[in-house]
């Protein structure tokens, strides 16, 4: 079962920023927070990952509170094409059992207005 | 970046047949790859996990007899979807974990849209 907690949609305008947010109040103190994004008809893409640090990479920023319990993805330009469902994912960097597994909730359906 | 190769994109068979899809990560070697099926406005479900050169181990419900998994190299692994039925009809979609560098990310492929008539 995933064990995050996302909106199942949210909006944003064209050039603004998209603060996707996410609950995961049940984190380990192993499990790493992914995010990735899926467009229709197509595989997920990886966007980023983050274990208590925020982390700043060339598509998106990622937030994560002091006590790991949340954390915010951010397209700090969105544009039309970032329209897609993304999925915020917690999971041990390496295999061990099941939570090793990278398992998908029903993410945030992002749409990007013009 | 990395990528990940499928093999056909999509595919259309009657019922009763059987369909291979191919999974190769074209510029990084990946021991482990996966294997997901995803229904029409429905999120990725795991089908199975491989590691070259053993055997996928499955996920609760799914028929290991009816999708085949062979990992054979660290760049290939195939799924095989036996005797299909419509049922069977969805986006396939395979992941594989690169070896090197932590093994922290997945990559995925472009998937392999599945109909059965």
């Known amino acids: 079962d995933a064990k995050t907690t996302q909106p199942p949609s949210m909006d944003c305008a064209e050039g603004r920023a998209a603060n996707l947010p996410c609950n995961h109040s049940t984190i380990s103190g192993n499990e790493y927070v992914y995010w990735y994004r899926q467009i229709h008809s197509q595989g997920p893409q990886y966007i980023i990952h983050?274990?208590?640090n925020n982390e700043t990479n060339e598509m998106a920023s990622l937030i994560i509170t002091e006590d790991r319990k949340s954390s915010t993805l951010i397209l700090p330009h969105a544009t039309l094409r970032d329209t897609a469902v993304y999925y915020c994912i917690v999971r041990v960097a390496r295999s061990g059992g099941s939570n090793y597994k990278l398992t998908f909730g029903k993410g945030t359906l992002l749409t990007v207005n013009p | 970046g990395a990528v990940v190769s499928q093999h056909p994109s999509w595919v259309i068979c009657k019922s009763g047949t059987s369909v291979k899809i191919e999974c190769r990560s074209l510029?990084?070697?990946?021991?482990?790859m996966f294997w997901y099926r995803q229904f029409p406005k429905q999120s990725l479900m795991l089908m199975a996990t491989s590691n070259e050169g053993s055997k996928a181990t499955y996920e609760q419900g799914v028929e290991k007899d009816k999708f085949l998994i062979n990992h054979a190299s660290l760049t290939l692994s195939t799924l095989t979807v036996t005797s299909a039925h419509p049922e069977d009809s969805s986006f396939y979609i395979c992941?594989?974990?690169?070896?090197?560098?932590?093994?922290?990310?997945?990559?995925f492929g472009p998937g392999t849209r599945l109909t059965v008539l």
């Open positions: 983050g274990l208590k």
């Open positions: 992941s594989a974990r690169s070896s090197s560098g932590g093994g922290h990310t997945q990559y």
């Open positions: 510029d990084f070697q990946a021991t482990t």
